[in-house]
């Protein structure tokens, strides 16, 4: 009888220490605490240069990215921001399909969407192990609007720790 007690806790304790191993170090849900938005010229000029910090988000403003490959990021900009008479923010909960290319990761919407201006428009997300920056180019035929993103967790790899406030964009 002892033997099939040991045997079901050896069996228990196996199955409860199997877990699927993350595929992509990004894996997780990530917190915004920080967005520069900005209009540049083709020229190289810079203008609308706004930038919100933690305290204009909410835990609406996330990115999680799933090990299969696909990124579902919440609100973008602070709630009200676009259109002050409402919470509404500018889009809420989009999902992106997203594949590591060397030390970045490139997003594209799962979305079929018919573009017959032709704009542009690039995601791509960097992570230093501690923190997520989703740098956004949106070409605009006239110029760019450009965003970077900042998110941070409270709680990565079983260890809770006062997360950095940016992470770096890593020159190409």
């Known amino acids: ?3 099939r007690y040991f045997l079901f806790f050896v069996f228990i304790t196996g199955v409860v220490s199997c877990k699927k191993e993350n595929k992509y170090p990004i894996v997780g849900k990530w917190q915004q ?5 900005y209009t540049q010229s083709y020229a190289g000029a810079i203008s609308n240069d706004t930038t919100y910090l933690s305290s204009s988000f909410n835990g609406g403003n996330y990115a999680q990215f799933d090990n299969d490959g696909i990124c579902v ?3 973008f900009y602070p709630p009200g921001s676009i259109d002050p008479r409402s919470e509404a923010a500018y889009p809420s909960t989009t999902k992106y399909n997203y594949r590591q290319v060397g030390t970045k990761y490139v997003l594209t919407t799962t979305a079929t969407l018919i573009n017959p201006g032709g704009f542009g428009e690039a995601d791509t997300a960097f992570f230093n192990g501690a923190a997520v920056l989703i740098h956004r180019v949106f070409d605009s035929h006239i110029n760019y609007t450009i965003s970077d993103a900042y998110y941070t967790s409270t709680y990565v790899h079983g260890y809770s720790y006062d997360p950095p406030k940016t992470v770096a ?4």
């Open 1 to 3: 009888m002892k033997l």
């Open 73 to 75: 990021i919440g609100i």
């Open 33 to 37: 605490v920080k967005l520069r938005t």
């Open 169 to 172: 964009l890593p020159a190409n």
